[in-house]
């Protein structure tokens, strides 16, 4: 079955970029989602298509996807993005999601 | 507004029975595919069915297949999880989510909406 690798645990200093990555076979033949989830909250979706933000998600949040990686930019990080992050991807009609990345803001 | 409104969720015993619903406003409810995504105490997140736009596609995680029934009624605008023979293991949030596709043709999809979430708690 098809799996999405992400590392367990991110810090980055506020004003800084935070890179989260999500690796998985030939993920860039796919289109990879992100979401956002912060404590006691639901997920919210923080770009989609790769590379595409929703209407009211920052300007900071980035995406890209090549090869076996997708990886999530917060460029100029802000106490408020500290949480946990899912990357998110479609294999033959089933949703896979990475085992999700805490971003840490100190 | 997009609203999905879970309900159903509960206490119950280890090979018991549970029906989720979710109640969806401000959009075309009939267009969309819809998905059940749960997430146990302190863990990430794990999908776990997906129901086509008419009901004639339906697809499970496969911790769930032959327990648990993913089902819609368009006309009442609401989706549906039947969860039977549950196990400590279901224990979780269970969320609702609407599945947009990445593109018109792509056959991939992403939740741009969700629920709130109904906690389901198996006691063994």
């Known amino acids: 079955s098809y799996e999405l690798t992400q590392p367990p645990s991110v810090s980055v200093s506020p004003g800084q970029t935070a890179s989260i990555t999500c690796s998985g076979d030939?993920?860039?033949?796919?289109?990879t989602c992100w979401y956002q989830q912060r404590p006691g909250q639901s997920p919210v979706l923080v770009i989609y298509q790769d590379n595409k933000r929703p209407s009211g998600i920052p300007e900071r949040f980035s995406g890209s996807n090549s090869g076996n990686t997708a990886t999530l930019t917060i460029s100029g990080t802000q106490a408020m993005d500290e949480a946990d992050y899912y990357c998110?991807?479609?294999?033959?009609?089933?949703?896979?999601f990475g085992g999700g990345t805490k971003l840490t803001v100190l | 507004e997009v609203q999905l409104v879970e309900s159903g969720g509960g206490l119950v015993q280890r090979g018991g029975s549970l029906r989720l619903s979710c109640a969806a406003s401000g959009f075309t409810f009939s267009r969309y595919w819809m998905s059940w995504v749960r997430q146990a105490p302190g863990k990430g997140l794990e999908w776990v069915a997906n129901i086509k736009q008419d009901g004639s596609e339906k697809y499970y995680v496969d911790s769930v297949k032959g327990r648990f029934t993913i089902s819609r009624d368009n006309a009442k605008n609401s989706l549906h999880l039947q969860m039977n023979s549950l196990r400590a293991e279901d224990t979780a949030v269970y969320y609702c989510a609407r599945a947009t596709p990445h593109t018109l043709y792509s056959g991939m999809y992403y939740f741009d909406y969700w629920g709130q979430g109904t906690l389901v708690t198996v006691s063994s």
């Open positions: 998110q991807a479609w294999d033959r009609s089933n949703v896979i």
């Open positions: 030939k993920l860039g033949d796919r289109y």
